[in-house]
């Protein structure tokens, strides 16, 4: 093909202006997140908030944070936060991130943006009315490896897209919060929307969807196999799972060549474009520790704010909107109800 791999685009999130966060839930994705941005970038993290006095006073005393609120609502009206990181369990996403619109503050909600699509709606309009920016902290999406595959993408060096197949599963025991049927527990929310939003990135708006699910136990999907037609006539395979370890590894073919991404494909890592007759070609990434890569939706959310936008322009809501409308459609077909949904 006569062709090199592009260079990731990505801003350094060391030069993304200043902001003052606030962090709404102090559980294993807020310390992460915390931890990130404070390896990674120059942002302030100004307190967190928590239900309960004692957790958030315990996690701020060991992620170093000035502030710790005994309560959602003491963190939304914090006059020293300018930005508030949701990162609540999933149910309580759409009532957190409203709150914290409503008090003037821009919003970075941990993925997923609601339990279903139209909670996601509900947010953006909101935060559109209010004029503050409102994002999806759909991390894979904002990495330097994803710029170099939507450039390979928009390039056409894979030619027709027809098919992409993705996966993504982990073993968990049945004491594990994902077991909750009150936290819109199983695979879909934390781990199904990886590949079903790598799928629809890749080929556009869904047309038909065929699923299949087991279960976990009397209450609770453990697993979901889905087919998705797409616009234009792509189809894609995804599967996720909590029953066992997947490879997590994802594929996209063309009629000129085809991505292959090892597992874990959502993570920082190689990749290689593998031309139909010629020698492939390898994006040399180190796999970083799980999770060290949450900074760059953050220093996203930054820049955009800094421009007066209330949306991001690479994960933009409809993308948002439309994994979880995707989403929506696979849960029916499998008669899957979250809470607060009937």
């Known amino acids: 093909m006569g062709v090199r791999l592009p260079s990731a685009r990505t801003p350094d999130p060391s030069t993304a202006p200043r902001l003052r966060w606030g962090i709404l839930g102090p559980g294993w994705i807020a310390e992460r997140f915390v931890a990130s941005l404070l390896e990674h970038t120059p942002q302030e993290v100004s307190a967190v908030g928590s239900r309960s006095a004692d957790r958030a006073e315990e996690f701020a ?37 409203l709150d ?3 008090a003037g503050k821009h919003v970075l909600v941990e993925k997923p943006m609601g339990i279903n699509a139209a909670q996601a709606r509900e947010i953006f309009a909101a935060a559109r009315a209010a004029g503050v920016f409102a994002g999806e902290a ?16 928009d390039d056409g060096l894979l030619g027709t897209i027809h098919t992409v197949v993705a996966d993504h599963g982990e073993f968990f025991t049945p ?33 038909t969807v065929a699923a299949l699910g087991q279960s976990a136990n009397e209450e609770l999907n453990g697993q979901i196999s889905a087919t998705l037609g797409h616009v234009g006539g792509g189809q894609s395979l995804v599967n996720t799972t909590i029953l066992s ?20 494909f959502y993570q920082p890592g190689p990749f290689r474009l593998v031309p139909r007759g010629a020698e492939p070609l390898t994006h040399e990434e180190n796999h970083a520790p ?25 994960h933009p809501p409809t993308d948002v909107i439309g994994t979880l409308e995707v989403m929506d459609r696979v849960r029916a077909e499998l008669g899957i109800v979250f809470p607060g949904e009937r």
């Open 245 to 264: 370890n997947t490879p997590t590894t994802a594929f996209v073919a063309g009629e000129d060549a085809y991505l292959e991404l090892p597992g874990p």
């Open 175 to 207: 004491d594990h919060r994902i077991y909750d049927p009150a936290l819109a527990g199983g695979p879909m929310l934390d781990l199904g929307t990886y590949p079903i939003a790598f799928a629809r990135w890749i080929l556009g708006d869904v047309e």
């Open 100 to 102: 914290a619109i409503a």
């Open 138 to 153: 759909m991390w894979t999406r904002f990495l330097p490896k994803f710029d170099v595959v939507r450039q390979i993408l």
């Open 61 to 97: 005393r060991r992620m170093g944070l000035p502030v710790a609120h005994g309560s959602y609502q003491a963190l939304v009206g914090d006059p020293d936060v300018d930005i508030v990181y949701v990162s609540t369990p999933h149910p309580q996403h759409h009532r957190c991130a």
């Open 290 to 314: 799980h999770a060290d890569g949450l900074h760059f939706s953050a220093s996203d959310a930054a820049r955009r704010i800094a421009d007066g936008a209330v949306d991001s322009a690479i």
